[in-house]
């Protein structure tokens, strides 16, 4: 009653104090007003479970990657001052900006590296997402808003990928366009002026746009779940988001950026030659992150290896959580004992039957001229025996569901990335299988 | 008073289906909706075809004139992207210079006597016909003409084929154009 009193009194009394604190509370009486940790804290809950603070929970990769969003898209702005979206323009506006220009070099590593890491970091966010079972319940449509994004961020990596217009850019792109023309749509995708000018705006205004709304979208999606997913009942003790959270975001935030900055004071973005559409270079490769359907090319018909087998993967990803699942709770790392074991299994094997299967073509050329129907077949058996092993693993070792579609999950991965190193290291002239290539 | 019942129950019954069928059509609507959206956005990036004089005209080159080239010779036009090909029979022949399988730029080796793409080894000959995989189709074929013995490309139209046609070689004394293109 008391306290009531004296509350209402200090109400009337300390306005204008209290006005000018913005951030009060019983333990800071004396907080100053402080507009970027109060947009941060406004951003974020006032608490959080305390389990949530454990960096083993997610490593911080989804903080990570709105970060190497931000840098490329302040790097990426820094260059939009000096590039010139022109052939006959374009490879020197970068080379000048490189040499000329004080922080010129600097500047364009940061983008380059931050793109690259964004696509592994972001990659790396979406296993763990998947891999902590935090897709069931009121996160599902948010796993496809984060696929979304990711397909934007590929997008973006592709588009940005031809700017240089040097050897390397135009090329890749070239070969990459040119899968278009095996679909029954009659087009010429040689790259010209016009090409570049498409992707200029692409990658510097229509993507930005996308990422604008779809990024916060996202956010404001996790707010609603009430934060990131915890296993178990008991989810700690609640704690502070400032200091705690904000703090340990910071570390993350700033860790990222000093090996972005690390790497790009030691490192120079690659500027090849300017592009000559008269000569192509042996080998031309894709850009690394479709190096592994760029292996598949080279065992399928074009239609399957770069338009269905990416379609279904991608469709499939879609569908992950919406399956029927046996736990439809968020789990610790691969959920239990079982769940990492055959997850091992699944890694090997995944990357041993690729290569096996990379070698048993090579040395006996039974792709060669492959038709789309035989890619067709080819395929589906595949899909068949995956089924299988599914099945038979799930018996074996007592898998729930969950653990089987990760072991399937982990067995594509692993794949994908064998086909990508493979194609990546061992294969030089004519896409010939080399003895590696560093 | 039961049978307002069962028929209250009844009209409960008939609303379930009703609004999940509303609720498809809404949904089909919707995604009718977002297509026509996805053809308009892509329409924008295609011009009206309007053959104005000045656009054919810039589409095509003069090759040089027919005794310029001597039987037998492949002479590359980097500007055109394109070969010229003067058979030994006389006729002519223009290739597109791009493999047929992912768009590399193809070199001539005249001790091999066969385009060989430096990407993934298809080879064709001097007719632009698939010697060796993984080329899908031979080389795509640009309309020629020989007025007063000069020779004109027309790098505009590429024409795709699947096999050879005599009729796509054009020979300096014809009266008629030759090809598929014209």
């Known amino acids: ?31 100053k007003n402080l507009s970027f940790i109060n947009f941060l804290t406004h951003l974020h809950p006032r608490k959080i479970p305390g389990n949530a603070l454990d960096i083993t929970r997610t490593f911080g990769l989804g903080g990570m990657s709105l970060i190497l969003i931000l840098m490329l898209a302040f790097s990426g702005s820094a260059m939009l001052f000096f590039y010139r979206p022109l052939p006959e323009f374009a490879h020197n506006s970068i080379s000048q900006f490189q040499d000329v220009y004080i922080f010129g070099s600097f500047i364009r590593s940061i983008h380059y590296f931050s793109a690259n890491l964004l696509v592994i970091i972001s990659s790396a966010h979406l296993f763990r997402v998947f891999f902590t079972q935090s897709f069931h319940g009121i996160r599902k449509f948010n796993w496809i808003i984060g696929l979304t994004i990711l397909v934007f961020i590929l997008l973006s990596c592709f588009t940005g990928y031809l700017l240089p217009w040097d050897q390397t850019a135009y090329w890749a792109i070239t070969i990459c366009l040119a899968m278009f023309e095996y679909l029954p749509v009659p087009m010429d995708t040689g790259i010209t002026a016009t090409t570049l000018q498409v992707f200029f705006t692409l990658h510097t205004t229509v993507i930005p746009i996308c990422f604008l709304a779809f990024l916060p979208l996202h956010f404001w999606k996790i707010r609603k779940a009430k934060g990131i997913a915890l296993p178990g009942r008991d989810k700690g003790v609640l704690a502070k988001t400032m200091p705690s959270l904000l703090l340990r975001e910071l570390v993350a935030a700033l860790s990222i950026i000093a090996l972005v900055m690390m790497l790009s004071a030691i490192f120079k973005a690659p500027l090849g030659e300017m592009a000559n559409p008269g000569l192509s270079p042996n080998p031309a490769k894709a850009p690394w992150y479709f190096l592994g359907f760029q292996e598949l090319l080279l065992h399928f018909h074009p239609v399957v290896a770069a338009f269905l087998v990416p379609g279904i993967l991608l469709v499939l990803a879609g569908f992950l959580p919406y399956k029927k699942y046996d736990s439809q709770v968020p789990a610790p ?31 006996s050329q039974l792709t060669a001229d492959i038709t789309l129907a035989a890619s067709l077949i080819l395929v589906f058996i595949l899909m068949g025996l995956t089924l299988v092993y599914y099945k038979v693993l799930k018996k074996k070792y007592r898998l729930s569901n969950n653990e089987g579609v990760q072991a399937i999950v982990i067995l594509t991965i692993s794949s994908y990335l064998t086909l990508t190193m493979i194609c990546s290291w061992f294969r030089g002239e004519g896409m010939k299988l080399a003895g590696g290539i560093f | 008073m039961t049978a307002d019942k069962k028929s209250a129950s009844q009209s409960q019954e008939h609303k379930i289906p009703k609004r999940s069928f509303l609720k498809i059509l809404w949904a089909s609507l919707g995604f009718l909706a977002m297509a026509e959206i996805f053809v308009v956005c892509l329409s ?36 055109g992207f394109f070969y010229l090909v003067h058979l030994n029979d ?86 008629k154009t030759g090809g598929r293109g014209t």
């Open chain 2, 90 to 175: 006389g006729g002519f022949m223009a290739f597109s210079s791009r493999c047929t399988h992912l768009g590399c730029t193809l070199p001539w080796d005249d001790t091999a006597e066969q385009f060989i793409c430096p990407c993934h080894a298809s080879k064709f000959d001097i007719r632009g016909l698939v010697v060796n995989s993984p080329a899908p189709r031979p080389l795509d074929i640009l309309p020629v003409k020989i007025e007063n013995r000069m020779i004109q490309v027309d790098i505009g139209h590429k024409i795709k084929r699947k096999d050879f046609n005599p009729g796509d070689v054009v020979y300096p004394d014809q009266v």
């Open chain 1, 333 to 363: 790392w691969f959920s239990s004992k079982q769940g990492k074991k055959s997850g091992i299994i699944s890694l090997v094997l995944g990357s041993l039957i690729t290569l096996a299967l990379i070698l048993l073509d090579d040395f």
């Open chain 1, 1 to 31: 009653m008391n306290q009531e009193e004296t509350g209402q009194s200090q109400n009337r009394k300390n306005l204008d104090q209290r006005s000018r604190n913005n951030w009060v509370s019983p333990s800071n009486p004396s907080r």
């Open chain 2, 44 to 79: 924008f990036f295609l011009p009206y075809k309007k053959k104005s004089k000045k656009a054919s005209a810039d589409k095509i080159i003069t090759a040089g004139s027919v005794d310029n080239f001597k039987p037998g010779s492949v002479t590359a036009f980097t500007r």
